[in-house]
Every structure is written in C-alpha cells, then in structure tokens.
C-alpha cells in the first residue's frame, strides 16, 4: 500500500512539472521593484558594494554623468553597482581572438563542410523537431505576423543556442564593464551597449546581477545584444514583459529583426549554380548582374525569382568551390551575423529540421 502511496505522488508530481511547473526564465526569477528613484530592482546582496571596493575609474565616472544626465539613473546606485563589478581578463583575451583572420590560401580545404557539420548533426535535428513541435503555434504566429518562416527562426535559435541549452555563463554586467572600461579598441561600442543593458534592467525590474550571456554580452535564445533588445525585442507572449529568455519572447523578437532589416515574405533566400569563376569576388557584400554571372559561365539550377543583382558566394565543400547565388533575404540573415557561413547554416540547419520535423 505505502509503494502505491509513493507511486501515486510521484506520478501527480510529474503531472504537475508538466503541466504547470515550467521552468521560469532568468528575468522572471528575479524580478522586482525598486525602493531608490531612478534606480533599479537590486537583490539584498547587490545593494552595497563590498568594504574593500576600489573607487571608479574617470572613464565609469563619466559614464555614470552621462546615465543620470540622460535616464535619470540614481547616481549613487549606480556608482554602488559599477563598484561591484568585476573585470574579467578572459573576455578580453576570448575578444582578441575573434579578430579577422586572413589566409592566403586559394584551395579548397572543406572550411564549410566542417562548419557546416557542427550544426546539422542527428541529435540538433531531434532538438530542433522538438522545439518547433513544441512552439508550433508560436513559430506560425510569427510567420503570420512578420513574414518570416518558422525555419528561419528555428535555425537562429539553433546556431545561436542549441534552442537554449547553450545560452552562455558569463555574468552580462561583468562582461559588458569589462569591455566598455577596459578594451579600448571598441570601448565605445561596448559602453553603448552597457547602457541599453542597464536601461533595460531598470525597465524590466530585473537586478543586473542576475542575467547571465555570452562573453560579448548577447542575451537569451536568440543572442540578442542590449541594444538589438532596445530596437527589435517584442513581448510575444503578452505577459508585459520583454524577456529574450522566454522562448515566445525570443521568437517574436527574431523575427521582429528579420522584418525591420528587410526580409521578404515568401521569397527565396539563395539559389545554388552550376560552373566556375574563381576569378570573381565572393561574399554576402558583393553585387553582380545576373547577366555579367551568366556570361562568367554560372547558371543558376533553379529560378531567382526575377531577380536581376546578387551577390555571388563561395562555398568550400573540400574537393571543390559550390557556387550560390545570394538574394536579398541571404543578405539579412548576415544582419544577425556578418558571415556568409553563418548565414548559409542558419538556413540550411533551419530547412533540415523543417525536413525531418
């Protein structure tokens, strides 16, 4: 009898995990108001900085002018917050690092293939059927709403996040102070981005302490930047909340992006070609009449859809060079990340899970 007890609770139990006890987000979890005007939501610990505190450099107190001058920040509070952050020395080393590398090689090598490979393999496809089975209706209404396919966003929030198991570890304030105060070489950038992040805590309720990313600072599913969160995040679940670690949310919000860099509704994204020409510029930034292609011996194995300028992109399978014709909607896939290889395994990571869904 004490088993069947035992059995009976655990099943309720897992009933109500289903049902009712979905995890909740980041900024859900931390949330609250704030008792300081002008100020934001601050748990307990993160309301004073540590005894031990080194005062703020020129640079953050001038950063802190400019939030008070321009958001009516609580300048104390502030200061307090700037005072508890911490500079991590690995962010800046892992920022060295994405710096472009040139290579002089001119043979193909399977630099595709292998990127490529990393994103559609057999257990991200299974993920991917089961987000989007899970988000059907979610990923339709976008469609119905901004013009953009489920496979699309489906094939973002892969790249960027494994559809949310990878969302990053890094503490966003620390990251973002780090590179705003002490990378000179984008300090600006970094700095604007600082202060969408600490507007949208303040706005959200949320203390920004709490929200962890990746080592630049992107945020949730889609890897937003703040200040992408400022211009293009949507409340796509009508909560009353902007919260790019809620799946709906996120999936609103991209396709909130795609559609204000210009994406368009039911056309195609890039057309594979036959032929050769090795002595052409490639990449998502060249423009070339169709009619200067054809005449370099590229013809394109299905229709462009009328379409008169591409831009004409090199992919390296390995054995040989494959040739795409990129079209408009390929060009804003590279808004969200200024990589033609990127862009291509968004799509195609995003039309093999549509394949198998």
Known sequence: MQNIVICIIMIFGLIGCSTGGAM???????????????GFYLEKQHEKPKANSTNLTVDKEKFINMMVKKHGFNRQQLKNVLQQTNKLDSVIRLMDQQAPKSSSLNVPNGAWTRYKNKFITPDNLNTG??????????????????????????????VETRWGKVMGKTRII????????????RSQYFADELEDFLVMCRDEGVDPFDLSGSFA??????????????????????????????????IGSIANYFKAHGWQRDSKVAVVVDGQALELDTGFHTKYRVQHLAKAGLKPKSSIDGHKVVSLLRLD????????????????????????????????????VKQVK
């Not at 909740?24 to 008792?35: A, C, F, I, L, W």
């Not at 059927?129 to 489906?154: C, H, M, S, T």
């Not at 969160?229 to 709906?248: C, E, I, S, T, Y």
Request: hydrophobic content about 35%; glycine content about 10%.
């Open 217 to 250: 600072g992107a945020m949730g599913y889609g890897q937003f930047m703040p200040s992408a969160f400022r211009n293009h995040a949507v409340d796509f679940n009508h909560d009353g909340h902007k919260d790019l670690w809620d799946p709906v949310d996120a």
């Open 24 to 38: 909740k987000s980041p900024m859900q979890q931390h949330r609250g108001q704030s008792n300081v005007k002008g």
């Open 317 to 352: 399978t390995g054995d040989s060079y494959q040739f795409w014709y990129g079209l408009p909607n390929f060009y804003v896939i590279t808004r969200y990340n200024h990589s033609t290889h990127y862009a291509m395994a968004v799509w195609q990571l995003g039309l093999a």
């Open 129 to 158: 059927v089961d987000f989007w089975k899970k988000y059907e209706k979610e990923l339709n209404r976008a469609y119905q709403e901004y013009g953009v396919p489920p496979e699309i966003i489906v094939g973002i929030i892969g």
């Open 174 to 185: 620390d990251a973002l102070s780090t590179l705003a105060f002490y990378y000179p070489r």
